[in-house]
């Protein structure tokens, strides 16, 4: 769904170099010891010119448990520029390990200097509202921090507002209790077809809000669609579920 492209090898360090420069924020996404893909927020922080290493902040989520650790000492970091991603994978160096202190006590983490880096073409997705009659149930779960990526009780449970490859609205009877905050990282599923099997779907809330009959409206933003074949044949799912609710 991304027209991904390397880059030159100067375009790519004067890039990464602007974005130290500039301390942007970035996401990792690594496969961790206790099993599956996890993902978190970073910043870069600054480069090593005696050796061209890259310095970030620690992920909290490496700080919760070993088994959130990456597993095999590599990172997927992935940065803003505009309308464009940019990514690069990059070997670990040092890195603090769990049990540390947390937040700006946290001991930075050093990467390798990229060798390579893709700059994806974002593309705005366009919601598409669930016919009526047609409601898709939603379950909302927390990601777990154990040795593997379970689904825990559910957290909320509604019924789907629009959706799209890139996220969803879902909506939740008022009196409902939400135990979950804006920038939560959630666990979603929902079925692509009646009686079918459902969509386990990883993802970030964005927002919510109040709708005038009292419920609440939530926003999730989906997370890593494009990485590996599970996210990949998700995304697959959920494209194909959009085009038949224009069909209908």
């Known amino acids: 769904m991304k027209h991904t492209m390397p880059l030159h090898m100067a375009k790519a360090d004067a890039l990464v170099r602007e974005a130290a420069a500039s301390c942007l924020p970035v996401t990792i996404t690594w496969r961790r010891r206790g099993g599956g893909v996890d993902t978190g927020r970073a910043r870069l922080l600054d480069i090593d010119e005696n050796d061209g290493g890259l310095w970030i902040t620690c992920p909290t989520e490496w700080n919760l448990s070993d088994a959130r650790m990456p597993a095999d000492g590599w990172v997927s970091v992935s940065f803003e520029q505009g309308m464009k991603t940019c990514r690069f994978d990059s070997r670990i160096v040092t890195t603090p390990g769990p049990g540390n202190a947390t937040g700006r006590n946290s001991p930075p983490v050093k990467l390798e200097w990229p060798t390579e880096v893709f700059e994806q ?24 921090d154990g040795v593997d990526t379970v689904l ?97």
């Open 152 to 248: 825990s009780e559910p957290l909320l449970s509604g019924r789907m507002i629009d959706l799209s490859p890139g996220g969803l609205s879902m909506e939740l009877p008022g009196e409902q209790d939400v135990a979950v905050q804006a920038e939560d990282r959630v666990i979603c599923s929902f079925a692509a077809s009646t009686g079918g099997p459902r969509l386990k779907v990883w993802g970030r809330l964005r927002h919510g809000k109040r709708t005038g009959r009292g419920n609440l409206r939530l926003g999730m933003q989906f997370l890593d669609l494009d990485a590996g074949l599970p996210g990949q044949l998700a995304l697959k799912n959920i494209v194909s579920l959009t085009s038949r609710f224009r069909l209908m």
């Open 121 to 144: 073409q974002r593309r705005r997705y366009d919601r598409v509202s669930v016919p009526a009659g047609f409601p898709v149930p939603v379950t909302v779960h927390r990601m777990s």
